[in-house]
């Protein structure tokens, strides 16, 4: 337990936290009362632990539908703990840390016994946003991880779209992953957010016959119609014509083409790409996650109408996912189903999610409207985020009409 964690009763807990709140902003929503409390009771056991280290404490992985309140309801937690001896992070920005831990830890005997006993030595509670497993590098760490985190005390709050047993449904060698649903089985309670309210979605008010969204953020315009070059423009009229730049720009060591670019980290950096050149090619996580902590703002223009019919691909060779006897288990070809598109899908998917989670501004053209965006392919599940968050982030205004 790192030596400034102190968690008493003096601190208003979530519930009291949530109660004032309602009334304002916040919309009432009964589906979200087992949550907070379940929050306010881990909270408070926390309290009583501080006075008794001995005892032992479960977690809670909260998971449901997206716009459910989830992530308001860790975060409303997390804001509650005193300041020293919590994390909170992506799910994401959490792998890239333990796999820079990793590079760091080489040649070392049991570096995640080390890395584990660091983020201990860091936090007593660990919060992480997003649980979902697609990477089976991050598949085969995380059941050792959670193993020594739990043994060093850490207690774990997550959110997901997903049942803790559905995690990683799918991937290569699942098998191997199941010990980490065991464990997280074991050290935290699960607790199924089932309304039906989006969230995202209250305080919007939609018309039918219009193309655009009328929404309720500061985050983002989307429109079918943006003029960009009058926008850049008029966005960077107090920048220096020297530090625009019209060709490319370094991510993660690579270079990416650009439309138009400031300065990175610059004040009111900003960024404007084609679709293709940041989703067609090889990008990661990695790349999303620098561009959204480099700039403040990010245009994106020419997004096509995504997906298409989902077929069978042969994807890999080898019998190690456990495929069935009617899946060319015979030859070793292991068959995975998607639409052509997909893998550009999967990475705007990525894209909007870093761009969401670091408060980045964003403009984005589309060729169809935001609802017809993504209709068919084998991530619907995952593109009804992507959809909601993009719902939050827009504003109906004329996006140069504050400036």
Request: charge should be negative.
């Amino acid at each position: 337990m790192p030596d400034g964690f102190s968690c008493t009763r003096e601190l208003t807990g979530p519930l009291a936290t949530y109660q004032e709140q309602l009334g304002g902003k916040l919309v009432y929503d009964s589906s979200q009362l087992p949550a907070i409390k379940a929050l306010d009771s881990l909270f408070l056991q926390l309290c009583e632990q501080h006075a008794n280290p001995a005892e032992p404490i479960k977690g809670l992985y909260l998971w449901g539908d997206v716009g459910r309140g989830k992530t308001f309801l860790m975060d409303l937690f997390y804001h509650c703990l005193p300041q020293e001896g919590k994390l909170r992070l992506h799910f994401h920005h959490f792998m890239a840390r333990i796999h820079k831990a990793l590079e760091a830890h080489s040649g070392q005997q049991d570096p995640l016994v080390i890395i584990a006993k660091e983020l201990a030595s860091e936090c007593r509670i660990l919060c992480f946003d997003e649980f979902f497993v697609s990477d089976i590098g991050d598949a085969m760490l995380l059941a050792g991880l959670f193993d020594c985190l739990f043994k060093q005390g850490v207690v774990l709050v997550a959110t997901s779209n997903i049942p803790i047993q559905r995690l990683y449904e799918n991937g290569l060698a699942r098998h191997k992953f199941l010990p980490c649903i065991a464990l997280l089985q074991r050290h935290t309670h699960s607790l199924h957010l089932d309304g039906e309210q989006d969230h995202r979605l209250h305080l919007l008010h939609t018309d039918p016959h219009e193309t655009r969204i009328k929404p309720r953020s500061k985050y983002v315009g989307i429109s079918g119609e943006l003029d960009f070059s009058t926008i850049f423009t008029e966005l960077t009229k107090n920048t220096p014509a020297t530090v625009i730049r019209e060709n490319s720009i370094n991510i993660c060591h690579r270079d990416i083409p650009v439309i138009r670019a400031t300065d990175i980290h610059s004040e009111d950096s900003l960024v404007w790409f084609d679709f293709y050149a940041l989703c067609e090619g090889p990008r990661s996580q990695l790349d999303y996650m620098e561009i959204a902590a480099s700039f403040n703002t990010v245009m994106l223009s020419g997004v096509p109408q995504l997906g298409g019919q989902v077929r069978g691909w042969i994807k890999a060779r080898g019998t190690e996912d456990g495929i069935g006897d009617n899946q060319a288990a015979s030859t070793g070809e292991r068959i995975v189903s998607y639409a052509v598109d997909d893998d550009m899908v999967r990475r705007f998917i990525s894209l909007i999610d870093e761009l969401y989670e670091q408060k980045a501004s964003l403009y984005l053209t589309c060729d169809v409207p935001l609802a017809e965006l993504y209709l068919e392919g084998a991530l619907i599940f995952e593109f009804r985020r992507t959809y909601s968050r993009l719902i939050e982030m827009s504003q109906y205004q004329d996006p140069l009409s504050s400036r």
